[in-house]
């Protein structure tokens, strides 16, 4: 049974091309299943999370990521009684339009995209599954419903002010209701993506040695779960010992959204989606007091990772190379492939050109960015 409030695939607003629907699946899987089998969700495999792909094996990268957000995610869109294979299809589609080399990749071709009307990964991975995704025969893009798109534009909060391009460009076709919130599914998916890097990134920064368990005992939440873990195992190694702590934090914050959000539907007593859509304000949420951990646990790994000197050392690197690459391809739009030269033979002036060498980019992965510039630049062969 699913609450008042969740959102019932059988009532789905429907696709932008009408299609008829699977005998076998909700509409809401198939939108997963599609995701799952897309260009762009197969390329995760090889975009840094916060360690370029390289730098080792076991860190995490786009692809790893999405899989633990949604994890997460079915596990309180679940315990809610929530629609999981919608909150699923959110989850592993919002970082589809990451850049290559994480945050420090976005940055630098954001600010190279400003002339041409900004960049932005939320509203590119809303391009990818409605535009640039070319494999179905009847559409352009992955044709989803209007519920997953709603949740890919606005699962961090209603939109408003400037739009990036993408985001305004689609729109203008087909209304997200961006001023409003997104449903309960998309807003889970949002605090699922927060758990699941603060976690971790945790446990990467240990493994690059960026910090030591000792330091990390010093957090909120952490430093408990540590504390109960020597407790019930004393003397267990190292390994297993930063395992069993950190399974414990994601318990922690799981079981505060789960009980948080249960008690805030409790007061709106949403009687359906659209309640959720109009209340003004999140629905699902952190307890204040595990907001101000988790903002404690956000500045440690700021100060303590995202910018330690091994980190800001490849920031810079991975700068020079999208770059250089974006004027490049911008003045010799012929070496793009020869797939995507019927698009540049179209455009009609420079920001329609910047805004297809932005597409090409962005979707590169870290070490196709890293080959493409070696040719490119500085003329080595592959």
């Not at 699977?22 to 999370?49: E, G, N």
């Not at 994480?102 to 600010?111: D, K, P, Q, S, V």
């Not at 605090?191 to 690059?208: E, M, P, V, W």
């Not at 070490?367 to 500085?378: D, E, K, V, Y």
């Amino acid at each position: 049974m699913m609450a008042a409030h969740a959102t019932d695939p059988a009532r789905t607003r429907g696709r932008i091309v009408d299609e008829e629907e699977s005998a076998f699946r909700s509409p809401f899987q198939r939108d997963r299943d599609r995701i799952i089998h897309s260009s762009a969700f197969r390329r995760l495999k090889h975009k840094t999370q916060v360690f370029v792909a390289h730098e080792g094996d076991y860190y995490r990268t786009r692809l790893t990521h999405s899989i633990e957000v949604a994890q997460v995610a079915r596990t309180i869109a679940g315990a809610l009684d929530l629609d999981t294979d919608l909150t699923e299809a959110v989850a592993l589609a919002h970082d589809l339009g990451h850049t290559p080399f994480g945050h420090a990749g976005e940055e630098t071709l954001a600010t190279l995209m400003a002339p041409y009307g900004g960049f932005d990964h939320n509203a590119q991975a809303l391009r990818i599954v409605t535009s640039l995704e070319r494999h179905y025969a009847a559409f352009d893009g992955l044709n989803l419903t209007w519920e997953t798109l709603e949740g890919l534009a606005k699962h961090n909060g209603p939109i408003t002010g400037a739009l990036p391009y993408a985001l305004a460009d689609y729109t203008a076709r087909h209304d997200l209701e961006l001023a409003t919130h997104a449903g309960a599914e998309a807003q889970v998916a949002a605090l699922s993506d927060d758990i699941a890097y603060n976690n971790h990134d945790l446990h990467d920064g240990l493994r690059a040695g960026l910090f030591t368990d000792d330091e990390i005992a010093a957090l909120p939440i952490v430093g408990d779960c540590l504390a109960e873990v020597d407790r019930v195992y004393p003397r267990l190694d190292a390994k297993r010992r930063r395992h069993e702590a950190l399974r414990r934090v994601f318990g922690v914050m799981v079981g505060d959204v789960i009980t948080q959000s249960r008690a805030t539907l409790a007061d709106l007593q949403p009687g359906c989606v659209e309640d959720l859509r109009h209340a003004g304000a999140p629905m699902i949420r952190f307890s204040p007091a595990l907001w101000t951990d988790l903002q404690a646990i956000r500045r440690f790994l700021f100060t303590r990772m995202y910018r330690a000197p091994s980190v800001n050392e490849m920031r810079a690197r991975v700068h020079g190379v999208v770059s250089d690459l974006f004027p490049f391809y911008l003045e010799a739009p012929q070496h793009l492939p020869e797939e995507w030269r019927s698009d540049v033979a179209r455009a009609a002036d420079e920001t329609t050109l910047a805004r297809l060498v932005a597409d090409y980019i962005a979707g590169m992965t870290d070490r196709f960015a890293m080959q493409s510039h070696a040719r490119l630049i500085h003329g080595q062969s592959d």
